[in-house]
């Protein structure tokens, strides 16, 4: 094409999310363990979680039937679908694949892309490829869908508690709302075995959670410090800072650490000007090796301090997708910027938005992106906190016993699940039947007639 694509960015998002939750301060009496450890220690609230009937294909689809039908997307109008996670049903079918079901009616199978894998990091590695698909010679005109979401499950023990799931599903293309800008990135990656999935038989990942943190505070040191330097070269001869971000949205593993992370950047700020008023109370730690500094609390507790104020302004809004669900892995990031966007709609146009996504192994980035134009009526659509309402609160017994089952019947062929529907949102697509050949069949629960009303093309409801 003659004509490059400008202002490419989010024209909708959606996200789906299970029905069933445990609430967190539950979790604390049923695992024996101090009140707070979940809520205060881990700054979580509830944790949302799949019984059988639901996998990462079933979440998928919901994700992506719901973004299509609440923004009207012509399929035919969709040129580029990718898809960012790490929850893995099959060793050589893309989720794409499935996704594709979704098109089968209008006759639209002229659609790139696939799955991109690495741990918590997939979602932004599709996103970013798809952007740079748009911005080259290979775009056709056409918008794309970016999926970025997983089921984040742990066996018994103090990892439990960090799980969720969710999929969020965004609508990308040219002129948009919401734009990312372009060039403005900073990139850290290394081999590093923090957290793996190395077990196909199981779901449950391999986890060095005190090598984790270190691993996310060393990327965010690069990924700020590359960022800072590339915003310097692109727009602003003078020194870059975070009084130059309004928000901040972090990938979340679970809120503290968000909190610890926020504080980091201004760690960074403060070793390049350590002898700033505003910095004054951090004189003591400024000739510290940066290995010393991950696990220092006294630096620690003077970082949450000091950045307290600019964290409950611009943090705070992002983080209540990851308080409510948990980390979603993929779509962590995501769920951050449409918290933001539900938290913040009437303050965000003409704002800067930074952004840190981190994915074990390790891969990592920061970019930023500007609102432009008001984002009141995908705020509508979306709808969060009144879906977030209308979930249903389990105990940690049944929590138990559902992941129990899980266990049980990965890798499964030849079987039904076993859960009820009712425990589904209306309109939601869920597994029906695994073939002795692992050939997985989908059902939908009762739609509607604005469901109806797209000609999407599945098995049936019920």
Partial sequence: MSKRAENIGILGMEIYFPKTYVAQEDLEKFDGVAAGKYTVGLGQTNMAFCGDLEDIYSLSMNAVTNLMEKYDVDPHSIGRLEVGTET?????????????????????????????????????????????????????????????????????????????????????????????????????????????????????????????????????????SRYRSVFEKKFSPDQFSLDKVDYAVFHSPYNKLVQKSFGRMLYNDFLRNPNAEVFKSLAAYKDLKAEDTYFNTDLEKALVALSKEDYNKKVAPSTLLAKQLGNTYCGSTYGGLLSLFCEKSDDLVGKRVLTFSYGSGLSASAFSFKVNQSIEEMVKKVDLKKRLDQRQRVTPEEFTNKLSLREQRHNLKNYSPSDSVSTLFPGSFYLKHVDDAGRRCYERTYVTMRHLSTGLRFLKKT
């Avoid at 799955?115 to 979602?123: E, K, L, Q, R, S």
């Avoid at 932004?124 to 290979?138: C, G, I, V």
């Avoid at 960090?162 to 965004?170: F, R």
């Fill in 88 to 224: 893995v049903i099959d060793k050589a079918k893309s989720i794409k694949t499935v996704l594709m079901d979704l098109f089968a009616k209008s006759g639209n199978t002229a659609i790139d892309g696939i799955d991109t894998i690495n741990a918590c990091y997939g979602g932004t590695s599709a996103l970013h490829n798809t952007l740079q698909w748009m911005e080259s010679s290979y775009w056709d005109g056409r918008n794309a869908i970016v999926v970025a979401g997983d089921i984040a499950v742990y066996e018994k023990g103090p990892a439990r508690p960090t799980g969720g799931a969710g999929v969020v599903a965004m609508l990308i293309g040219p002129n948009a709302p919401i734009t990312f800008e372009s060039g403005l990135r900073g990139v850290h990656m290394e081999n590093v075995y923090d957290f793996y999935k190395p077990d196909m038989d199981s779901e449950y990942p391999r986890v060095d959670g005190k090598l984790s943190i270190s691993c996310y505070l060393r990327a965010i040191d690069n990924c700020y």
